[in-house]
């Protein structure tokens, strides 16, 4: 079993920064995909940045310029670097992982992160 926890979410007013980090535990032998998803209220969850194996990057249109997805292997440990929020950056946010472990390959999410933003 493999568990994916986030943090850094929170309250900002339009034009700060927030880092959200999620880290995963358990039986992991690679992870082979790393992502960040978004639910805002009253909307369907939607994709906002993927990193590759092979470290190559995408990002929704609405994001690209502010948002920077990275990791951190030693740690098993994806970062979103947010900046120029505005508030239709409002909503949950959610890390996807792709893992390798003892019984294959499997997908996880993290339990979500609210991030805030005032105007």
């Known amino acids: 079993q493999v568990q994916l926890v986030e943090s850094g979410g929170g309250l900002v007013q339009a034009g700060g920064s927030l880092r959200l980090s999620c880290g995963a535990s358990?039986?992991?032998?690679?992870?082979?995909?790393m992502a960040w998803y978004r639910q805002g209220p009253g909307k369907q969850r939607e994709f906002v940045a993927h990193?590759?194996?092979?470290?190559?990057?995408n990002y929704a249109d609405s994001v690209k310029g502010r948002f920077t997805i990275s990791r951190d292997n030693a740690k098993n440990t994806v970062y979103m670097q947010m900046n120029s929020l505005q508030p239709e950056d409002t909503a949950v946010y959610y890390c996807?992982?792709?893992?390798?472990?003892?019984?294959?390959?499997?997908?996880?999410w993290g339990q979500g992160t609210q991030v805030t933003v005032s105007s």
């Open positions: 996807n992982m792709h893992v390798t472990g003892a019984a294959g390959w499997s997908a996880y």
């Open positions: 990193l590759s194996s092979g470290g190559s990057t």
């Open positions: 358990g039986s992991i032998f690679s992870i082979n995909r």
